[in-house]
């Protein structure tokens, strides 16, 4: 892979606002919603309590091990360092609709519980967007393996325009090393195998030991109802919901 010059970090308070536009038009990954809640939206919003409430999500599993979303820096023409690429994940408990998705793939492993990418978009000038956008997946993919999460997925859609969608282009995934584990090309699930076992953060020791001061509605996972923490290696259980892609 080419390296297109890029450089990564993980999003924190000071950088969500670099966050670039996605790639159609009239939306904000600020205040997007639409893998959180299954009555999510993308429509950008003006609403400063909807931008608070995207970042406490991504910054949640910082208290464990890092955030859940990563930047894309290049530098401009006039040498200032640009945001030019999004990627957005965490584990699947996070985002209801990928639960969703997910379930209509019973050959799909049920454990491990895999952690997924939600969100990868690039902006149309950056440099070779594809190769741009896929190193930008593998940074994602270094991070997850350090953290000691051992499986991704993706769940991009074959349409005319694939950056039109949050999950970006199928193509991108396939260049990072993702396979395509179930589903057709209309309806893809891509899947990546990690290290995870060599990992700096060991995920399952940072449960172990750390816990919140109440373990209330503010513990940034959430941990599941079980006996121990291995469970949050599970797939969360699985109530009846809508089909996300509409009706069959």
Known sequence: MADPGLAFTLVDADSFAAIPAPAQPGLRCQTCDYWERLDGHRE???????????????????RLAGAYGMLAWQFD?????????????????????????RERYPALPDSPAPWVVTCLQVVPEAADREVSAAALL?????????????????????????????????????????????????????????????ADVGWGDLLAHTRPPDEGEEWPLPLPKGPSEEDVFRLPSKPSRPNPFGDD
């Open 138 to 198: 593998s940074a994602v993919c270094d991070e997850l393996d350090r953290r000691g999460i051992i499986a991704v997925e993706a769940y991009p859609e074959g349409v005319a325009d694939q950056w039109s969608l949050s999950p970006g282009p199928a193509s991108v995934y396939e260049a990072a090393g993702f396979v395509r584990a179930a589903g057709d090309e209309r309806y893809p699930v891509y899947r990546r195998e990690l290290e995870g076992g060599s």
């Open 77 to 101: 023409a006039d040498g200032d360092r640009v945001a030019v690429g999004w990627a957005q994940f965490g584990p699947i408990s996070t985002y209801p609709r990928a639960q969703v998705i």
């Open 44 to 62: 950008a919003s003006e609403s400063e309590a909807a931008a608070d409430l995207k970042l406490s999500r991504l910054l949640a599993g910082t």
